[in-house]
């Protein structure tokens, strides 16, 4: 089993629409991540979280929300999609070590119509 | 603040010959450096870090880079590619906010 999972993989939905994506690990990291990825502008931060009660944005959050249930568990939200968060997502997680390197899931190829 | 400049978007080699994937950084601390790889329709794999210690690092599959920091450089280089090294490669790097900070990208393309 892959040490983060992605739920789902790949969804299409109307504009307007709320649409959630969820992230679980397994490595025991109380650091977890949402990325977006943009052709040409790499992977961008959307919210991360330190722990369960920690919760921060990143450089794109606008239009987002996030939802930390336990320590395994992080959810992204569109609260209403639009057209240009048509876009691959990541989860990853890390150890609070900032050497650390961190561990990717596998992606959520979102397209919003 | 940190920052990570790729310096080329696209990158195409012969099967067999070497490969130089340039990454130029900021950051007002003491950063981690790292490389990704990319394959298609796959998520993302470390391919090396640099943490402070040596200053050459090897990674997976033939890779290692070199951290040089009179120059804020950290580029990747490979003696002989591999068909199997087509992918898209990310150069990261993390200060003392944990935090990861993207390039934008190095597409590779490996030629027969």
């Known amino acids: 089993d892959a040490d983060v999972t992605q739920t789902p993989r790949n969804r299409i939905t109307k504009t307007g629409k709320r649409i959630m994506l969820e992230c679980s690990q397994t490595k025991g990291h109380d650091r977890m991540y949402w990325y977006r990825q943009d052709p040409g502008l790499g992977l961008r931060l959307i919210y991360y979280s330190f722990d369960v009660k920690d919760i921060n944005k990143g450089e794109i959050s606008d239009g987002y929300s996030v939802s930390r249930q336990a320590q395994a568990k992080f959810s992204l939200s569109l609260e209403s999609a639009i057209p240009n968060q048509t876009a691959l997502y990541f989860c990853?997680?890390?150890?609070?070590?900032?050497?650390?390197?961190?561990?990717f899931g596998q992606g959520t190829r979102l397209t919003v119509v | 603040a940190q920052s990570v400049t790729q310096l080329d978007s696209h990158v195409s080699v012969s099967e067999g010959t070497p490969v130089l994937l340039r990454c130029n950084y900021s950051?007002?601390?003491?950063?981690?450096l790292f490389w990704y790889v990319q394959h298609p329709n796959k998520g993302l794999q470390l391919l090396l870090k640099y943490t402070s210690a040596a200053t050459l690092v090897k990674g997976i599959n033939g890779f290692e880079a070199e951290f040089k920091k009179s120059e804020t450089s950290f580029h990747l280089t490979k003696p002989s590619a591999h068909m199997s090294d087509a992918a898209e490669y990310f150069c990261v790097v993390s200060a003392n906010d944990y935090k990861l900070s993207f390039g934008a990208g190095t597409t590779v393309t490996v030629r027969a």
């Open positions: 950051s007002s601390y003491s950063p981690s």
């Open positions: 990853a997680t890390s150890d609070g070590v900032r050497t650390a390197e961190a561990f």
